[in-house]
Each structure stands twice: as structure tokens, then as C-alpha cells.
């Protein structure tokens, strides 16, 4: 799956900067478009996809189809998010407090990556079949991304953009007023 993605990866990044130099789309509209990839390649994964691997020396038709999978929606899937996640959060952040907010951002982030994994681990290891387990472990994926869709709908990122753009210029001014008040002294 790395290996498709590396090679699939920079034609999914070539669509999306001529998808980008359209500004029919936002970053919500390709944020939303990512989770509905995920969505489609987790259901077709988990539902679909069954007997990955080498069976008595021939690879069966579940791991071709996987790699298909990965070629047509995870490459796009991964590269999107990774292209998009933080350009579309510092659209919101005022540029004086970009570290303040990246840092709290990176935290979160970071620690958000914990709870999937141990459910995957213990879901799969509930079950008998490891085929069954890997399956009820990815579609329990599902969760966040449903989770994420109402979440990223109520983000406002023209307005947040635009309070950010004017916490700039107070903060700006501020520091204009203290330091003329610094030097008058």
C-alpha cells in the first residue's frame, strides 16, 4: 500500500493543485471530500475485500483488489489530508499566535492518534477469525469520519479567516502603541 502510494501519490496531488486553481472549492468541500474517501475506501476494505495475500504461492484476487483500492482512494485519500489538514487550520489562526495555536493543534492532533489503534487491536483480537477481526476493527474507523463530517460542517472558515485577519491587526496594533509608549519613556 506505501509503495501505491508513492507511486499514485503525486498524480492525486497534480489533480488537486488544478482542483485548487479552480476556487470552485473550499477547504470545507475538499476536507468533506476526503472523509467521503475514507468513507468509500474503509466500506469497500471492510466489506469487500476479503483473503489479502499469497495462497499457496499465487496472490489472490482480495490483494489485487486492495491495491486497486489504494491506487484510486487512499493515495488520493492520504495526500489530500496530509496537503490540506494544516493549510486549512492556519487559514483560521491569526498570524501572531501561529505557534501557539500549531502547538496546541500538534497536541491534539498527536494525541487523537492513540484511541483507534487500541480499539483496532482489541476488536481484532475478540474475534476467532483474525479475517473478521480485521474487518470489525476497520469498519469501526467509520466512526470518526462520521464523527467528522458534522464537526468540520460547523467550522466556519470564511469567518474564521476574517476574525483572524483582524485578531492580526489588534495584536499588530498593540504591540505598535506599546512599543511607541516604550520609546516615549
Request: with cysteine; proline share 4%; net charge neutral.
Amino acid at each position: 500500500m506505501f509503495v501505491v502510494t508513492l507511486i499514485f501519490g503525486p498524480c492525486w496531488i497534480y489533480l488537486l493543485t488544478r482542483i485548487c486553481a479552480t476556487k470552485f472549492f473550499s477547504f470545507k468541500k475538499l476536507l468533506l471530500i476526503v472523509i467521503c474517501i475514507w468513507i468509500v475506501a474503509i466500506l469497500l476494505i471492510g466489506l469487500v475485500i476479503n483473503g489479502m495475500g499469497e495462497v499457496d504461492g499465487a496472490w489472490t484476487g482480495g490483494y489485487i483488489l486492495f491495491l486497486v483500492v489504494a491506487a484510486l482512494l487512499l493515495a488520493p485519500g492520504l495526500t489530500w489530508y496530509y496537503s490540506l489538514y494544516w493549510t486549512a487550520f492556519m487559514h483560521l489562526v491569526p498570524p501572531a499566535q501561529v505557534n501557539q495555536f500549531g502547538g496546541l493543534f500538534t497536541m491534539v492532533r498527536t494525541l487523537g492518534l492513540i484511541p483507534q489503534p487500541l480499539i483496532y487491536s482489541v476488536v481484532q483480537n475478540v474475534f476467532n477469525s483474525a479475517s473478521l477481526g480485521r474487518q470489525v476493527g476497520l469498519l469501526l474507523m467509520l466512526v470518526w469520519d462520521v464523527l467528522a463530517i458534522p464537526l468540520l460542517l460547523w467550522v466556519n472558515f470564511d469567518k474564521g479567516h476574517k476574525e483572524a485577519g483582524e485578531n492580526n491587526q489588534e495584536a499588530e496594533l498593540t504591540i505598535t502603541k506599546s512599543s511607541g509608549q516604550a520609546q516615549q519613556a
